[in-house]
């Protein structure tokens, strides 16, 4: 790539195509196809086999004679993975859910060869009494804002031409040609944006401690693509609809910082998010977006994928650089900060996957329209991962500021199954939960914090009555033990005894003194532990405490669990009042603790009764309780 | 739960000179180990000792190195995995819904525990971190094969499929 003219010209052939997914009046275009099927190829919708409607599509297409007049691309992520595998056919917008390899023929032949959209196929909240409404008008995207995720769901993620019909690559040919690295810095730092792994500290800060740091011998750019909370999988579903956004971002931070390699630490567990991502480094440095003298100027900038091999701790920066360096992933105190000493000693930059997501949309709408977006202090969009019990799993970008109702009734469409919403949990093993009571929280940074939680990364996971916040606490700190690399004493000894007192409790074991050893325990692994890892440790087990003590309490005094989840203070009955006396509950009873005569009341042996809930599922008549 | 059984190491001749081709590759290479240990454990499905002492001569990295960070990393293993390999995600969203109860039913059906093998080699179980797929939690996977939305009930007969 040797100017922006060149980059324009790739543009200008491109955009009627890419337009017929963006702009809703827009025609078909004079050379190409007239219609475009979009399928979902993001691992949710991967998982349930896309891959096969899209083989089905192109093979329908072609015995219809349509192969030429129908083009079908597979893109990232939608979002609404609950629904998947997704399917959007423009120019009408028409959004398919939970597609079947059987429904594709009938799309072709109704949908694409005569024009009649298939109704029965339609997510049903895009139907209306005289036709199909946009997608975007949907609960579901209403209150979205999408910045760090634009692109995904709408443009093949394997084909860079197409990122470059939407504006791909020109953030840096501008930065390169029209701005210092001091200008870009002070554009980014003025945006207010702050890293969305988690910790929120100024994205712009961080460029300019880099930028500042001796580069004599090297300096490096860093993308930490290890999204390890689990329940989180925003950076995955950037990095495989929308790749390039990254690369690009990459490339103007090292420009800004004054490096010319860059390192992303990618998943291995994310395999096909490993693989677009090198295929978009092959394409860019194909085109000469990557490597020596990009847009004919004086900067080189070349980029390496890193594998990581499942450890959580190499999440955390310093972690994460002993690993590029092919270590065992074992942090190390700061200061010094990887600003000044980060891999192999060099001043190194690293951000998060989202962090990068938004850097292309700052330098090419400014400074002053991304702060227009979310609260005084907490700048954009977060991307959150919605799952667990709520009916719209899947992914969201909303404005900082938007309230965690908006997100649990409004777009994640509420509990499923007519249960009560009990609490969301954020920021992974290393947040807290928000309860019911504080479900009108504006979501950004500091107001989290305040209630004792965090952003995290931007897993959002729901809980609804039948969750208990003792074994969720249990199951967050049975995640840090395992995953906590030994280094230094309160994270690898403190949270194991933590774990040791959680566990006494579901056992019906513990005693009010317990928890008190908990928030002791809890502080001092806080206040000494040596990464990230182990300083947030206990937040989970804190922020339990703190709104769902009476639960700790009814663990440690009535020996119960209200939620009916810890196994050993919990027994099973039937409510003789409801009991049909069907027999049901005994034929499937494993052990043979059910009795009685059909007909009449049936009742459960306590003393044979394994506790595992199969007669609660199959009773018909919910007659079974265990409390 | 089932005796460990102790595979003996065999390699073909294909699978030492792909070894050999990694290291030639990478020697050199700033952080070489991590990926060549990645691309070894792709040639022979596992990491034994025989393996990893190629490795330390090939690329100049003492035993000690090597053991120490093959052992730190949850995705390298010493132990063969089985012709099949189950992964039942333990994310939060999976466990929430209920993938507990998914991984105790398939350890009932196998016999095995987690990170052991059946003793013909067939199966192997892991409890994986987060896949990712959220959406259709609780979710397992074998091989490439992703199954989600599951209930026990319906172990026996995916189990059932690769018999």
């Known amino acids: 790539m040797k100017s922006l003219a060149e980059l324009g010209t790739i543009r200008e052939s491109m955009k009627d195509c890419v337009n017929l997914r963006i702009d809703e009046h827009a025609v078909a275009p004079k050379k190409g196809a007239r219609a475009h099927v979009l399928v979902c190829g993001g691992t949710g919708c991967t998982s349930s086999s896309s891959q096969k409607i899209i083989d089905e599509f192109e093979k329908q297409l072609a015995t219809n004679g349509l192969a030429e007049e129908v083009q079908v691309i597979k893109t990232g992520c939608f979002g609404l993975c609950a629904l998947g595998p997704v399917v959007v056919v423009y120019p009408e917008g028409a959004f398919y859910s939970m597609v079947q390899v059987e429904d594709v023929a009938e799309i072709v032949s109704e949908h694409l060869a005569k024009g009649n959209v298939v109704s029965r196929l339609l997510y049903e909240e895009t139907v209306t009494d005289d036709g199909i409404k946009s997608l975007y008008e949907v609960d579901f995207y209403k209150k979205q804002r999408r910045v760090a995720l634009r692109n995904c769901g709408v443009i093949d993620p394997e084909n860079i031409e197409e990122y470059i019909a939407v504006d791909g690559y020109q953030a840096l040919g501008k930065v390169l040609t029209e701005m210092t690295p001091e200008e870009v810095i002070e554009v980014i730092k003025d945006s207010g944006l702050r890293g969305r792994g988690g910790a929120g500290f100024s994205t712009g800060m961080k460029w300019m401690f880099t930028a500042r740091a001796d580069g004599s011998n090297g300096k490096y750019v860093a993308c930490n693509a290890d999204e390890g909370d689990p329940g989180a999988f925003m950076d995955r579903s950037i990095l495989e609809g929308d790749p390039h956004a990254i690369i690009e971002a990459m490339a103007i931070a090292a420009y800004a910082v004054g490096a010319d390699t860059g390192y992303v630490y990618i998943r291995a567990e994310y395999p096909i998010a490993v693989k677009r991502l090198q295929i978009a480094i092959d394409q860019a440095k194909e085109m000469g977006l990557l490597g020596d003298h990009i847009f004919g100027t004086d900067f080189s900038f070349n980029l390496e994928l890193r594998l990581g091999a499942g450890a959580f701790v190499c999440g955390e920066e310093t972690a994460l650089m002993t690993s590029i360096e092919g270590h065992r992933g074992e942090p190390r105190p700061r200061p010094p900060f990887p600003a000044n000493k980060g891999l192999w000693q060099k001043p190194t930059l690293l951000n998060n996957v989202e962090t990068y997501a938004n850097i292309t949309q700052i330098i090419n709408n400014g400074a002053e329209w991304f702060k227009t977006i979310g609260t005084e202090k907490s700048k954009g969009t977060k991307v959150f991962a919605l799952g667990g019990k709520i009916k719209n799993t899947g992914l969201v970008e909303i404005p900082m500021g938007t309230t965690l109702r908006e997100i649990v009734e409004e777009i994640g469409g509420g509990i499923p199954n007519g249960k009560q919403f009990k609490a969301a949990q954020t920021g992974g093993p290393s947040g807290g939960c928000i309860p019911a009571s504080l479900i009108d929280i504006e979501i950004d940074y500091d107001s989290l914090i305040e209630i004792g939680s965090m952003m995290g990364s931007g897993g959002l996971i729901v809980m609804d009555e039948d969750t208990c916040m003792v074994d969720i606490a249990k199951f967050f700190l049975e995640f840090t033990v395992d995953e906590s690399c030994g280094k230094c004493t309160p994270c690898r000894v403190g949270t194991k005894r933590m774990l040791e007192i959680l566990d006494r409790i579901t056992k019906g074991n513990g005693c009010l003194e317990d928890l008190d050893r908990l928030e002791e325990l809890a502080d001092s692994i806080k206040s000494t532990a040596l990464c990230g890892l182990g300083q947030t440790a206990p937040n989970p087990v804190l922020s339990t405490l703190r709104y769902f003590r009476d639960e700790y309490i009814a663990h440690v005094v009535d020996k119960k669990c209200p939620a009916g989840v810890c196994k050993d203070l919990v027994s099973y009955s039937i409510v003789a009042d409801k009991c049909k006396g069907c027999g049901i509950c005994a034929k499937n009873c494993p052990v043979g603790a059910i009795s009685g005569q059909i007909k009449s009341p049936f009742t459960i042996d306590p003393a044979v009764c394994v506790k595992c809930g199969v007669c609660m599922g199959k009773c018909p008549f919910k007659a079974i309780v265990n409390k | ?163």
């Open chain 2, 1 to 163: 739960m089932s005796e460990k059984t102790v595979i003996a190491f065999h390699e073909t001749a294909e699978q030492a000179a792909a070894l050999q081709k990694v290291i030639e590759n990478h020697k050199g290479q700033d952080g070489a180990l991590i990926p060549v240990l990645h691309e070894a454990q792709e040639i022979y499905g596992y990491l034994p000792i025989e393996v990893q002492q190629k490795i330390s001569e090939g690329l100049g990295v003492t035993m000690a190195e090597i053991y120490g960070v093959v052992t730190f990393y949850t995705q390298f293993s010493t132990q063969p995995k089985g012709e099949f390999k189950i992964g039942v995600c333990l994310g939060t969203a999976c466990y929430v819904k209920g993938s507990g109860d998914i991984l105790e039913k398939i350890k009932e059906k196998l016999g095995i525990d987690v990170n052991e093998c059946t003793p013909d080699g067939k199966f192997s179980i892991d409890a994986t971190r987060c896949i990712g797929a959220c959406g259709l939690a609780p979710v397992m996977t074998i091989n490439d094969d992703v199954y989600g939305r599951l209930v026990p009930e319906d172990i026996e007969g995916i189990l059932a499929k690769y018999m």
